[in-house]
């Protein structure tokens, strides 16, 4: 299954929205309904966090101004309010098959 | 608090072997599918391989398959990653991670540990 994602850059102003796109080449609509579709934000210099599991799901601990949608094989990540520690490369996965395959990556950091 | 510590990296000849290992902690580890992500400095995440929880079931990514091989020892707490064959393109920072639900439920990757660099060159 390929991943893509855009835009693949994103330049942001803090306080402001921001959204993410990325697209599955197949569905990954599981028999229990469920979209197989994470997303992740790697902070520079660390590893990947997960924020959205489930295409809709914030994981423990994440923000509220962080959240997922999901429409067919487009999903979308979108931050209400950005703030100066949300920058870093945003990737979307999808573990409906192996090989669980990433998106290329959304670069965001700020104006 | 999980926590995911990897160790083993290092440089290695082409064609050599390195054996990579993740010991984690904070969570009952026989409960957990892992996996091992790679990222080339610079570069997007790739998947590469994941094993059930008892160590039955593996899977890889066409790039790795037959070359690499994931283990799992629950009595240390630690899955393994064996590399042979080493090739340049297999350069990279390699993550080790744990499925987010524990049993046999949703299989995406939850928690990562902090990498460990693989270099191959002569």
């Known amino acids: 299954i390929v991943m893509t994602q855009s835009p693949l850059s994103l330049p942001v102003t803090p306080g402001e929205p921001a959204s993410i796109s990325c697209r599955s080449s197949?569905?990954?609509?599981?028999?229990?309904?469920?979209?197989?579709l994470d997303w992740y934000l790697q902070k520079p210099g660390q590893s990947p966090q997960l924020l959205i599991y489930?295409?809709?799901n914030r994981a423990s601990g994440v923000p509220d101004r962080f959240s997922g949608s999901e429409s067919g094989t487009n999903f979308t990540l979108k931050i209400s309010r950005v703030e100066a520690e949300d920058v870093g490369i945003y990737y979307c996965?999808?573990?409906?098959?192996?090989?669980?395959?990433f998106g290329p990556g959304t670069k965001v950091d700020l104006k | 608090e999980v926590e995911l510590v990897e160790s083993g990296g290092g440089l290695v000849q082409p064609g050599g072997s390195l054996r990579l290992s993740c010991a984690g902690s904070g969570f009952t580890f026989s409960n957990y599918w892992m996996h091992w992500v790679r990222q080339i400095p610079g570069k997007g995440l790739v998947w590469l391989s994941r094993?059930?929880?008892?160590?039955?079931?593996?899977h890889y990514a066409d790039s790795v398959k037959g070359r690499f091989t994931i283990s799992r020892d629950t009595s240390k707490n630690t899955v393994f990653l064996q590399m042979n064959s080493l090739r340049a393109e297999d350069t990279a920072v390699y993550y080790c991670a744990r499925n987010y639900a524990s049993g046999n439920s949703y299989p995406g990757v939850g928690y990562w540990g902090q990498g460990t660099l693989v270099i191959v060159s002569s």
């Open positions: 996965m999808q573990s409906l098959q192996t090989p669980f395959t």
């Open positions: 489930l295409g809709s």
């Open positions: 094993i059930n929880i008892d160590g039955s079931s593996t």
């Open positions: 197949e569905s990954l609509l599981h028999r229990n309904r469920d979209n197989y």
